[in-house]
């Protein structure tokens, strides 16, 4: 992880060279949410779904860093006063209070923008075809059907009384949507037919589940130093998540069993998939 992370970073930082010009506050925007910090948890997965396929790390890793840029982009909009009114992020103020308000809204806009621009480009990968379903993957995933549906079911979810399959719902497609594509995004750089990526995509579907009660856990347990942004807010705003409906102990033996079935899905892989595997594990076991 720490490996992907840094070369996450070093991506950035040579697609975010800061202008000699008025635009260079929006480029300094953008690197103060895309560099440093983070788990990398989506370029990680982009990686390890590679892996399994003999893709070309460079093209991987180009691609994880699209997902990544959309994830950023996420974050920034999600920290607006508008939306959860956050401070923190990563362990450094958010682009809003870093710089303001009408620059985070911008650097996110431009995010979005250079995700699809990377796995649009030939240098990710010289076919065309599995360039085009990328971009589309990505769309699905990152748009109403995907993980803008769930923050907008997340913006009505203060008080309104969500049952669990609900809350389920909405975490699929909040968290989970974009975990999905990182799996997909290997398996398409590998030129695997649709038909083949069940395995994968059970997997993702159980650990996105697995990753956000691991996370509400962390909202209700963590350290903020720890976590990197301020915990407790969902149960202040009378928000149903897995552990209001579950309860800690029944959440976490839920997140444990999802693991389980997630690393099942992985049947057909041998040690090529021990990396994914791994993954499935830290998702529960993180503090961050």
Do not use: W
């Amino acid at each position: 992880m720490a490996q992907i992370a840094a070369a996450v970073d070093a991506e950035f930082d040579a697609l975010l060279p800061v202008p000699d010009d008025a635009r260079r506050p929006l480029y300094e925007a953008m690197r103060h949410a895309a560099i440093g910090g983070g788990k990398r948890l989506r370029p990680l997965l982009v990686c390890a779904s590679a892996q399994l396929f003999n893709v070309d790390p460079q093209a991987a890793l180009r691609t994880g860093t699209a997902i990544e840029a959309i994830h950023v982009y996420s974050l920034i909009h999600d920290d607006l006063p508008a939306m959860d009114d956050d401070d923190m992020r990563r362990g450094k103020p958010t682009v809003h209070k870093a710089f303001d308000e009408a620059t985070a809204i911008l650097a996110g806009d431009s995010l979005h923008a250079l995700a699809f621009g990377l796995v649009a480009d030939p240098d990710t990968h010289p076919d065309p075809f599995v360039r085009a379903e990328l971009a589309l993957e990505l769309a699905r995933a990152s748009g109403p059907a995907g993980m803008a549906g769930g923050q907008m079911m997340d913006l009505v979810a203060d008080g309104a009384g969500f049952d669990l399959a609900t809350v389920t719902r909405l975490q699929a497609l909040k968290t989970g949507a974009l975990i999905g594509v990182c799996l997909e995004a290997g398996a398409i750089l590998g030129r695997v037919p649709p038909e083949g990526r069940a395995g994968l995509r059970g997997y993702a579907r159980d650990l996105g589940l697995a990753f956000q009660i691991a996370d509400d856990l962390l909202d209700v347990e963590g350290d903020a130093a720890a976590v990197g942004k301020a915990v407790g807010k969902d149960a202040a705003a009378g928000k149903a998540t897995f552990l209001s409906l579950l309860g800690v102990d029944r959440a976490r033996a839920q997140a444990s069993m999802l693991v389980d079935q997630a690393v099942e899905h992985l049947h057909g892989f041998g040690a090529e998939a021990d990396l994914l595997r791994q993954v499935a594990r830290y998702a529960v076991e993180r503090d961050r």
